[in-house]
T-cell receptor, first 117, second 109 residues
């Protein structure tokens, strides 16, 4: 299947700093990518839908000014956690939608573990 | 809106035991259904999928059948292995997916 990468795989930062997480589709183009957040022993919560060339669509309750999403190309979306605080510590997972086949298929990145001190 | 109800865990089985993890859903239309597996510290991997009613998805000995009449997509495996220990998620749709809460499976030798 198709491959989606995330970078970094883990990051530790101080409170108040900003952190950028990259999501890349390595062997296909993705006009649509998604960002999820996963708390320990919990399910994935959709944060936002990232659309190439346009503004991201955020789910209810997700602060768009805190979680900045940029989808600058057909293979790259970035999530920037601005002014991070300890409560932002979480596992962030992206996915990319592959639409070339008859049925859409979603491929997930390996996740990024963010720890804010 | 969409929702997925997944069998609560954790589930602990002995090697070679039969596995069933229940999943039922509520959705508009006839969405594709998925099972994903997540190993510790990793992202999600697609295990199997079904795109229409009565389809059976299968992979690595796991199976699930898309049952429209019972709005279910239960995951089964006839003989589990220690390496199957992971968290399993049932999900609706490709894209803005709705996930169940996940079921942690531990298989003991």
């Amino acid at each position: 299947g198709a491959v989606v990468s995330q970078h970094p795989s883990w990051v530790i930062c101080k409170s108040g700093t900003s952190v950028k997480i990259e999501c890349r589709s390595l062997d296909f183009q993705a006009t649509t990518m998604f960002w999820y957040r996963q708390f320990p022993k919990q399910s994935l919560m959709l944060m936002a839908t990232s659309n190439e060339g346009s503004k991201a669509t955020y789910e209810q309750g997700v602060e768009k000014d805190k979680f900045l999403i940029n989808h600058a190309s057909l293979t790259l979306s970035t999530l920037t956690v601005t002014s991070a605080h300890p409560e932002d510590s979480s596992f962030y997972i992206c996915s990319a939608l592959e639409t070339s086949g008859r049925n859409y298929e979603q491929f997930f990145g390996p996740g990024t573990r963010l720890t804010v001190l | 809106g969409d929702s997925v109800t997944q069998m609560e865990g954790p589930v602990t089985l002995s090697e070679e035991a039969f596995l069933t993890i229940n999943c039922t859903y509520t959705a508009t239309g006839y969405p594709s259904l998925f099972w994903y597996v997540q190993y510790p510290g990793e992202g999600l991997q697609l295990l199997l999928k079904a795109t229409k009613a009565d389809d059976k998805g299968s992979n690595k000995g796991f199976e699930a059948t898309y049952r429209k009449e019972t709005t279910s997509f239960h995951l089964e495996k006839g003989s589990v292995q220690v390496s199957d220990s992971a968290v399993y998620f049932c999900a609706l749709r490709a894209g803005k997916s709705t996930f169940g809460d996940g079921t942690t499976l531990t298989v003991k030798p």
